[in-house]
């Protein structure tokens, strides 16, 4: 008799897409499909009611679009979401990374028939997924309510500067590098809105996310942040103001001239762009004078370009395990003994709003 395995709830208006998840799920040994839905009300409806270990959903529905359907499910059965979408329209795909904050997971390409690699991806995903622990998600404007509230106590505020002291005492920075996989476009925007549009150091940052959706992501991010968003091309130099993302399947680093370089050497463990070429280039070329940031994400990308540049005399902040949605990347780093501080998103964006602005080279001048 086969074993239960990872239960599933699939939710998709496309008959087509649906029969083809389903296959492809109840195809492989560790699942089984408990329900199927054909738009957001019974995606929330099924798993009220059936308590799956993940749902997956589809953002463009009737009724009830993915968006609303996933905020339904966080607030009220928060459950493990994987949106898988085929449409890369702009509205799409802002109601996508919208998704994404309201506690989905991750989000990848709808599989076709003849993309065996996008189906594989998918079970992977899904298999991977079911493991997180995921918590409640409240409402913006509970959450909104609740800050307003909760007030700064003494010993918030001691610990707030105590933290802002070191960050000015402990370096000035001409570049600031992060990473994030898992649950990042959330952590990203809520550190990136701390920061003004005349922001000092210029950002750069390496984004784990399926192929084609990094340009959707600098376009949302764009609505979420004063700062200017957009994908690093080969040969760009990075400007105050600007946050960079590294583009699909290229690596990202920074020459001796500031001057960012694309490459396809090989992936680090599957993983193009890796987040490990980023900070092995800022330990070269600037030393002390960058900050390294990993935040929520699976596995250990970054965590060796991070100690190295910790050992460059790089100021490295890694997120704390209560604020992410996967404590694997930043747990890496923590466990090196690289991280210079464990803060929250809220934290880390006001640490960065911190730096020493005179610390910003001059135009043309070497970082070697």
Known sequence: MKKEGIRVVVAD?????????????????????VGVASNGEEAVRLTKRLHPDVVTIDIVMPKMDGLTATRRIMREVPTPIVVITASLMRADVDLTFEALQAGALTVVRKPGLNDPETCERVIQTVRLMSEVHVVHHWGRSERQHAERTKGTTPLQASIESQLVDRVRKHHKAQVVGVASSTGGPAALAKVLRALPADFPVPILGVQHITRGFASGLADWLNGETALRVAIAGHGDTPRSGHFLLAPDDYHMQVNVWGVIE?????PYKGLRPSANHLFRSLARNYGPRAVGIVLTGMGDDGAEGLEALHQAGGLILAQNEPSCVVYGMPREVVMRSAADLVLSPDEIGSALGHLDPRAHSSKGESHA
Do not use: G, H, I
């Open 262 to 266: 694309l490459n396809r050497e090989p």
């Open 13 to 33: 208006d496309s008959p087509s897409a649906r029969e083809l998840l389903v296959a492809l799920l109840q195809n492989s040994e560790d699942f089984q499909v």
